[in-house]
């Protein structure tokens, strides 16, 4: 697969805005690490066995109740649950920012950003999950006019 392309146009307030804007983005490549997703054991710290076998009796089932060592490990199935762990390596392959200058020439966007991933699930990554570019989000909400503008692609030309 080509590496994905995107374009986002922002409409900013201020032009101290933008350039607050920007000052983030100038960190915002090595700041932004995949956290790779893997399973750990999950801690058991409750659980409730009921016995439904026809050769069971109330006193069996009293019996695990009260004592559950006495029942096999091979009785429950290995738990599992999602955790998260920094690979330690940025994944934004190239990053570019700046202000327009013709803003007249660009609906209005007064800030570009241009950048570069690997794969389209590491430009969903960057959207929906990177810790860094959800604190930008949550500064820029308040700096922009309206949402930003953004188109991405794949690359067919390969420069």
Partial sequence: MAPIERATLFT??????????LETYKTMK??????RQHLVPYPLTHFTLLSTSSS?????????VNN????????????????FSQDGKPYIVSLRAGSIMD??????HTVAV???YASLEDM???????????ELKKMAKTMLKGPPTVVF?????GN
């Fill in 56 to 64: 069971s009796s109330p006193s069996s089932a009293q019996s695990q």
């Fill in 153 to 157: 692609f794949e690359d067919v030309v």
């Fill in 12 to 21: 900013v307030g201020s032009e101290e805005d933008g350039k607050k804007i």
């Fill in 103 to 108: 803003p007249s020439r660009a609906g209005g």
């Fill in 68 to 83: 559950p060592s006495s029942i096999p490990p091979s009785t429950f199935t290995h738990l599992t649950k999602h955790t």
């Fill in 30 to 35: 090595s700041d932004a690490k995949k956290v």
């Fill in 124 to 134: 969903k990554y960057y959207d929906d999950e990177d810790p860094a570019h959800t």
């Fill in 114 to 116: 241009f950048a570069t």
